[in-house]
């Protein structure tokens, strides 16, 4: 989606606040109206004796209604201002989880999951527009780490919710309630925090009219349509574990007090996974890291279904340690391979993303219902994202520099000290610079052009707020 307007910073709307604010409503939206799902499969299966496949189809639904209202939040038209749009949608995001207690009937759970999933992508979409477009103004745009981190707090905060709840003997229909309370909470806690702004505000502005050569869309070359497709067995990798590791832990006896607490380590290990994968994409490149994240997330994947304790602990950490950082790289990999406009590119990588997303929790409850567990699904995902990894990687490419000699890219921090400009840079807002010399050096251009466009930094019109339609 479009940005606004740049934002005055004053004092009534502090940088921090509004971080803390933002993953108030990243919790609420995506660790609870998102993913509560999974700690609480294990107890409303047993009570309604749910088959994993009528288990996996609610799940499908859920994700089938995010990248729904992912795709029409951002696509722009839309009336009204963003933060009425954001706290609109987690107060509904609010109501259809408390209606998941109040009834047993699957149509309507597909229904409810399906209404929910796509509130909580306009809350992630108009919340995320309205706190990293402020922090990017602030210069404080290095908080977006916090931002972010509210998705795997809020799995944390969730997953000890429900595992308090449930070793008291709580019903399945009762944990639904206790996250509807839980999530209207965060969100009192984000209205506090997350102002509107001053004067006219709208959800989606004009756009502001575009040169017919920065306009062109990018032919879909051979490395974006191995990214597409990687992407999409990433979305099928991820989201078996993601939906059934409580389920998993549960089946075995003498794991089954771990239920709900492993998903407790997925959202620990999720939170600061963004911030730690950029680190490492800094250090040897996105399609490398890329690459690296989904083969340490296909080992967890595998490790969740091998028996045992210490595997299954071990699985969901590295669930969570990769599979929001896998998503921002893909993304950013995207947006390096695409020239001009990167929507129509990201809109089609959320699609990819999507379908598997919605293929993995169905096909994985169809296997168990034949084959009595997850083990066939779990590592036909874990086949999937090493598949990803092979896919993903853009292999070595070299550039040009200044005396004329080539470089890989895997070596690129020598070429005059780019990795540490490239961070200094980013987190001083300037997103729109990095992926213009990031562009110059991929397509072996001259590096004094790349650093005429760095020293353009300084001057206040070229700065541009994270695009928010990248996150899902």
């Given at each position: 989606?479009?940005?606004d307007?740049?934002?005055?910073t004053?004092?009534s709307?502090?940088?921090?606040?509004?971080a803390v604010?933002?993953?108030l409503?990243?919790?609420?939206?995506?660790?609870?109206?998102?993913?509560v799902?999974?700690?609480?499969?294990?107890?409303?299966?047993?009570a309604?004796?749910?088959p994993?496949?009528?288990?996996?189809?609610?799940?499908?639904?859920?994700?089938?209604?995010?990248?729904?209202?992912a795709l029409?939040?951002s696509?722009?038209?839309?009336p009204?201002?963003q933060?009425?749009?954001?706290?609109?949608?987690?107060?509904?995001?609010?109501?259809?989880?408390?209606a998941?207690?109040?009834?047993?009937s699957?149509?309507?759970f597909l229904?409810?999951?399906?209404?929910?999933?796509?509130?909580?992508?306009f809350?992630l979409?108009?919340?995320s527009?309205?706190?990293?477009?402020?922090?990017?103004a602030?210069?404080?745009?290095?908080?977006s780490?916090?931002?972010?981190?509210?998705?795997g707090?809020?799995?944390?905060g969730?997953?000890?919710?429900?595992?308090?709840?449930?070793?008291?003997?709580?019903s399945?229909?009762?944990?639904?309630?206790?996250?509807a309370?839980?999530?209207?909470?965060?969100?009192?806690?984000?209205?506090?925090?997350?102002?509107?702004k001053?004067?006219k505000?709208?959800?989606?502005?004009?756009?502001?009219?575009?040169?017919?050569?920065?306009?062109?869309?990018?032919?879909?070359?051979v490395p974006l349509?191995?990214?597409i497709?990687a992407?999409?067995?990433?979305?099928?990798?991820?989201?078996?574990t993601?939906?059934?590791?409580?389920?998993?832990?549960?089946?075995?006896?003498?794991?089954?007090?771990?239920?709900?607490?492993?998903?407790?380590?997925?959202?620990?290990t999720?939170?600061?996974s963004?911030?730690?994968?950029?680190?490492v994409?800094?250090?040897?490149?996105?399609s490398a890291?890329?690459?690296l994240?989904?083969?340490?997330?296909?080992?967890?994947?595998?490790?969740?279904?091998?028996?045992?304790?210490?595997?299954?602990?071990?699985g969901?950490a590295?669930?969570?340690?990769?599979?929001?950082?896998?998503?921002?790289?893909?993304?950013?990999?995207?947006r390096?391979?695409?020239?001009?406009d990167?929507?129509?590119?990201?809109?089609?990588?959320?699609?990819?993303?999507?379908?598997?997303?919605?293929?993995?929790?169905?096909?994985?409850?169809?296997?168990h219902?034949?084959?009595?567990?997850?083990a066939?699904?779990?590592?036909?995902a874990?086949?999937?994202?090493v598949f990803?990894?092979f896919?993903?990687?853009?292999?070595?490419?070299?550039?040009?520099?200044?005396?004329?000699?080539?470089?890989?890219?895997d070596?690129?921090?020598?070429v005059?000290?780019?990795?540490?400009?490239?961070?200094?840079?980013?987190a001083?807002?300037?997103?729109?610079l990095?992926?213009?010399?990031d562009?110059?050096?991929?397509?072996?251009?001259?590096?004094?052009?790349?650093?005429?466009l760095?020293?353009?930094?300084?001057?206040?019109?070229?700065?541009k707020?994270?695009?928010?339609?990248t996150?899902?």
């Amino acid at each position: 989606m479009q940005q606004d307007p740049a934002l005055p910073t004053d004092r009534s709307c502090p940088p921090l606040s509004l971080a803390v604010g933002g993953a108030l409503a990243l919790a609420a939206a995506m660790g609870i109206g998102r993913f509560v799902y999974t700690p609480i499969l294990p107890a409303m299966a047993g009570a309604l004796s749910l088959p994993a496949s009528e288990a996996g189809l609610i799940a499908s639904a859920n994700f089938l209604g995010y990248l729904v209202g992912a795709l029409a939040a951002s696509a722009g038209g839309l009336p009204g201002s963003q933060r009425s749009w954001f706290l609109g949608a987690l107060t509904f995001s609010a109501a259809t989880t408390f209606a998941m207690g109040l009834t047993d009937s699957l149509p309507l759970f597909l229904v409810l999951r399906f209404l929910g999933g796509a509130a909580s992508a306009f809350t992630l979409v108009f919340a995320s527009a309205l706190v990293l477009e402020r922090l990017t103004a602030s210069g404080r745009s290095g908080l977006s780490a916090l931002h972010f981190a509210g998705v795997g707090s809020g799995i944390a905060g969730s997953a000890i919710l429900i595992a308090v709840l449930s070793s008291r003997g709580a019903s399945w229909q009762s944990l639904w309630f206790a996250s509807a309370g839980a999530t209207v909470a965060l969100l009192a806690g984000a209205a506090l925090l997350i102002p509107g702004k001053s004067g006219k505000e709208t959800a989606q502005p004009a756009q502001k009219p575009v040169k017919p050569a920065a306009s062109r869309g990018t032919p879909v070359n051979v490395p974006l349509l191995r990214l597409i497709l990687a992407y999409g067995l990433f979305g099928f990798g991820y989201v078996v574990t993601a939906t059934f590791i409580s389920v998993i832990a549960k089946s075995d006896p003498a794991l089954s007090g771990l239920a709900q607490w492993v998903w407790l380590i997925v959202g620990l290990t999720a939170a600061p996974s963004v911030y730690l994968w950029n680190r490492v994409a800094v250090r040897i490149g996105t399609s490398a890291a890329f690459s690296l994240a989904c083969i340490v997330e296909a080992a967890g994947v595998a490790m969740s279904v091998s028996g045992g304790l210490w595997p299954l602990v071990a699985g969901a950490a590295l669930l969570g340690a990769t599979f929001m950082g896998i998503t921002a790289l893909g993304l950013t990999e995207a947006r390096a391979l695409t020239r001009g406009d990167p929507r129509r590119m990201l809109a089609v990588m959320t699609a990819s993303f999507g379908l598997g997303q919605m293929i993995g929790p169905w096909l994985a409850g169809i296997l168990h219902d034949r084959t009595g567990d997850f083990a066939a699904a779990s590592y036909a995902a874990a086949a999937a994202l090493v598949f990803a990894a092979f896919l993903g990687y853009q292999g070595r490419k070299t550039v040009a520099i200044a005396e004329g000699k080539t470089v890989s890219e895997d070596n690129k921090d020598k070429v005059e000290s780019w990795p540490q400009l490239r961070e200094q840079l980013l987190a001083e807002g300037k997103g729109e610079l990095v992926e213009a010399i990031d562009t110059l050096i991929r397509d072996s251009r001259r590096v004094e052009a790349a650093e005429v466009l760095r020293q353009l930094a300084s001057e206040p019109g070229l700065t541009k707020g994270p695009d928010t339609s990248t996150v899902h």
